[in-house]
Structure formats: structure tokens, C-alpha cells
């Protein structure tokens, strides 16, 4: 199959070469002697193992000589045409030598059969090459969706030896190629620097989140609850969604939570193993009430409890009553609205006995 594809891509390219050998004539004449002629060539290859398709110029001359037509008058060629017919030489010499050994022309086999490839590799490197002078950027998005959809539609069909309905399309197709060939280094390393910054920000978000809980990026110590009617609530267990138990702790290795000043806050003991973390409000000790050499709370050391920050706060809705006119109201427990806890005071010394 792709030998096929191959052979049909060196036909059309020898028919295009041919009528450019004619072109000197009038476009009808020139369908009329070129009419049918891939389809020609084709058969001929179909027909013959060692079919060659030989020079363009000579097989013209024959169709002109076929046709009772003068020789071609010698002109001057465009720089387009000199460009082309020198490359043309030189690329079919190269491959020539090439071919002339048996791994050689394994090669050139190989690469025959993966030329759609490149035809894809072409598109993208164009593509990036576009962004890149565009300031775009190297990225999933609209513009480079559209560039790369409309480069490769082209590179496809260039590959396929249309849409050339000129000779100077043929120079841009190769200074395409060659100019893919530059750019195929500094994609690989833009490929890689961007594969290696995504890994290192994916990693820098998992190892930097912080441990325990956080809000608007600041670490929560300590929970406080209050009930339906506003009232404060201690012992209060806290889970998350997954039914794992909340805690605020940073460290856990440590056996205390730094409060800040010089106090700690510590876990409930009032749960199995101690690991009462997920209890609030957690209590707050000392840090004169830690043992320096074992890190562990001193004997006989009772933990104090944290004042709330509020004595009551607003109370929840109740369910709606409705009324004698059919419409529901919002009905709200009394109590006092949110009340500051008072700082704890030193309680005054008790006068001593008189005797």
C-alpha cells in the first residue's frame, strides 16, 4: 500500500514536471498532450517491474516530436524554475547513490512508509514555530487548535503532491521541510522544559499544601460550636465527608498544637488511645507544664479549658409557623444576641483568719 502511494506521488510529480517542460505551448494544447497521462504513466508501472520514469524534459521532447510540434525555444528560466531544477537534479542524485546499495534502499523504503508522519510533524512544527513569533505561547487553546487543524490539512496534501498548482509552491514545500528540520531541536527542548515544569508545579502543589486545616491561607488552632439556640457546646466530635476525623494538628509526630505566647493546645482525653484531636474546643496548657526532657505533659497537670470567643450567638430560624392567614412565618428563640466572652480576671485574694 504505501509503495503504491509512493509510486502514484512520483507519477504526478513527473506529470507536473512535464507539462512545465511544455509550458511555452498553450494551455489547450497542453491538456491535449498531457491528457490522461498520470493514468498513462501508472499502467506503464503496473505493466513493467523495472519501470523508471526517466527525464521530464526528454519524455516532452517525445510528446512534441509525437504531436509534429517545434522543439521548446530556448528562453532564460525564472529564478523559481532554476531554484527548482536544481534541487530536482540534486535530490534525485542523492537518492540515486542511495538507492544504489541494498541497505540503502532499505532506508529509503523505511522512510517511505512512515512519510504521513512527517507530513503531521511538519504541521506542528509549523504551528509551534507560529505561536512562538505570534508571543502565544506553546499551549491548548483556540488559536493553536486552528493553526495546527489548518497546517496539517495542508501538509497532508502537499504530501500528496496537491494543492501545487504552481511551480514555486513546490520551492515553499522544501524550505518548509528544511526550516521543520531547525525547528525540530528547539520544539524538543521547549516539549521537555514544559513537561518538566508542569511535574515540578504538580509536585510544589502536593508538598506544599499544609497539613491541618487553613482559612483564607491562615492555620486554624481551635474550633468552637454552639447549638441551634446559640449556646455554647463543648466535646463536640468533628468528621469530614470521607467520615475521617477533622483535626488542626500540623505535626503528627508532636503531642501538642502551638497556640501562640507561650501556650499549647492539646487533645481530649476523653477518647480510646488519647487521639481525641478531632474534639473541640481543643484545651490549652503551659508551657511550663511540659517536660522538657520527655516532651511529654507533667504529671498531675489538669489542661485548662478555653474560654469561647462569643458567651451566646444569634440562634438558628425555627421551622415556620403558619398563620391564621395560611402564610408561613419565621419564628426565632429568644436570646441574647452574640455577646463577647469576658476575659478571665484574677479573683481577689481571700483575707486571711484573724486569730
Given at each position: 500500500?504505501?509503495?503504491?502511494?509512493?509510486l502514484?506521488?512520483?507519477?504526478?510529480?513527473?506529470?507536473?514536471?512535464?507539462?512545465?517542460?511544455?509550458?511555452?505551448?498553450?494551455?489547450d494544447?497542453?491538456?491535449?498532450?498531457?491528457?490522461?497521462?498520470?493514468?498513462?504513466?501508472?499502467?506503464?508501472?503496473?505493466d513493467?517491474?523495472g519501470?523508471?520514469?526517466?527525464?521530464?524534459?526528454?519524455?516532452?521532447s517525445?510528446?512534441?516530436?509525437?504531436?509534429g510540434?517545434?522543439?521548446?525555444?530556448?528562453?532564460?528560466?525564472?529564478?523559481?524554475?532554476s531554484?527548482?531544477?536544481?534541487?530536482?537534479?540534486?535530490w534525485?542524485?542523492?537518492?540515486?547513490?542511495?538507492?544504489?546499495?541494498?541497505?540503502?534502499?532499505?532506508?529509503?523504503?523505511?522512510?517511505?512508509?512512515?512519510r504521513?508522519?512527517?507530513?503531521?510533524?511538519?504541521?506542528?512544527?509549523?504551528?509551534?514555530?507560529?505561536?512562538?513569533?505570534?508571543?502565544?505561547?506553546?499551549?491548548?487553546?483556540?488559536?493553536?487548535?486552528?493553526t495546527?487543524?489548518?497546517?496539517?490539512?495542508?501538509?497532508?496534501?502537499?504530501?500528496?503532491?496537491?494543492w501545487?498548482?504552481?511551480?514555486?509552491?513546490?520551492?515553499?514545500?522544501?524550505?518548509?521541510?528544511?526550516?521543520?528540520?531547525?525547528?525540530?531541536?528547539?520544539?524538543?527542548?521547549?516539549?521537555?522544559?514544559?513537561?518538566?515544569?508542569?511535574?515540578?508545579?504538580?509536585?510544589?502543589?502536593?508538598?506544599?499544601?499544609?497539613?491541618?486545616?487553613?482559612?483564607?491561607?491562615?492555620?486554624?488552632?481551635?474550633?468552637?460550636?454552639?447549638?441551634?439556640?446559640?449556646?455554647?457546646?463543648?466535646?463536640?466530635?468533628?468528621?469530614?465527608?470521607?467520615?475521617?476525623?477533622?483535626?488542626?494538628?500540623?505535626?503528627?509526630?508532636?503531642?501538642?498544637?502551638?497556640?501562640?505566647?507561650?501556650?499549647?493546645?492539646?487533645?481530649?482525653?476523653?477518647?480510646?488511645?488519647?487521639?481525641?484531636?478531632n474534639?473541640?474546643?481543643?484545651?490549652?496548657?503551659?508551657?511550663s507544664?511540659?517536660?522538657?526532657?520527655?516532651?511529654?505533659?507533667?504529671?498531675?497537670?489538669?489542661?485548662?479549658?478555653?474560654?469561647?470567643?462569643?458567651?451566646?450567638?444569634?440562634?438558628?430560624?425555627?421551622?415556620p409557623?403558619?398563620?391564621?392567614?395560611?402564610?408561613?412565618?419565621?419564628?426565632?428563640?429568644?436570646?441574647?444576641?452574640?455577646?463577647?466572652?469576658?476575659?478571665?480576671?484574677?479573683?481577689?485574694?481571700?483575707?486571711?483568719?484573724?486569730?
Open positions: 500500500m504505501t509503495a503504491t502511494i509512493d502514484d506521488l512520483q507519477v504526478r510529480e513527473f506529470a507536473e514536471a512535464v507539462r512545465l517542460e511544455l509550458a511555452d505551448l498553450g494551455a494544447e497542453v491538456d491535449e498532450l498531457t491528457d490522461g497521462l498520470e493514468a498513462d504513466l501508472s499502467e506503464q508501472a503496473g513493467s517491474e519501470f523508471t520514469l526517466g527525464d521530464p524534459a526528454d519524455y516532452a517525445e510528446l512534441r516530436s509525437a504531436a510540434l517545434p522543439e521548446r525555444v530556448s528562453s532564460r528560466p525564472s529564478i523559481s524554475e531554484i527548482s531544477s536544481q534541487s530536482t537534479r540534486i534525485r542524485g542523492f537518492v540515486g547513490s542511495v538507492r544504489s546499495s541494498k541497505l540503502g534502499a532499505s532506508v529509503l523504503d523505511f522512510l517511505a512508509s512512515i504521513p508522519v512527517w507530513w503531521v510533524a511538519r504541521a506542528l512544527l509549523g504551528a509551534f514555530l507560529i505561536s512562538q513569533l505570534a508571543g502565544r505561547g506553546w499551549n491548548v487553546g483556540a488559536f493553536n487548535f486552528f495546527v487543524a489548518t497546517l496539517l490539512v495542508i501538509s497532508v496534501q502537499w504530501g500528496r503532491g496537491l501545487m498548482p504552481r511551480l514555486w509552491f513546490r520551492v515553499v514545500r522544501t524550505l518548509a521541510n528544511v526550516l521543520a528540520v531547525l525547528v525540530l531541536p528547539f520544539a524538543l527542548i521547549a516539549g521537555m522544559s514544559y513537561v518538566t515544569t508542569y511535574n515540578y508545579f504538580q509536585t510544589y502543589q502536593t508538598d506544599s499544601a499544609p497539613a491541618g486545616l487553613s482559612r483564607d491561607g491562615r492555620q486554624v488552632t481551635n474550633i468552637f460550636a454552639y447549638d441551634s439556640d446559640g449556646n455554647p457546646v463543648k466535646g463536640v466530635q468533628l468528621f469530614d465527608q470521607d467520615g475521617k476525623a477533622l483535626s488542626v494538628r500540623t505535626d503528627s509526630t508532636s503531642p501538642f498544637l502551638y497556640a501562640g505566647g507561650d501556650s499549647y493546645l492539646v487533645p481530649s482525653a476523653k477518647t480510646v488511645g488519647g487521639s481525641g484531636w474534639v473541640f474546643p481543643l484545651a490549652r496548657i503551659s508551657q507544664a511540659v517536660e522538657s526532657s520527655t516532651d511529654r505533659l507533667s504529671a498531675g497537670v489538669i489542661p485548662d479549658a478555653v474560654l469561647f470567643p462569643f458567651v451566646t450567638v444569634r440562634p438558628l430560624l425555627a421551622a409557623v403558619v398563620t391564621a392567614g395560611g402564610t408561613p412565618t419565621a419564628q426565632s428563640t429568644s436570646a441574647p444576641v452574640t455577646t463577647p466572652s469576658p476575659s478571665p480576671t484574677t479573683a481577689p485574694p481571700s483575707p486571711a483568719p484573724t486569730p
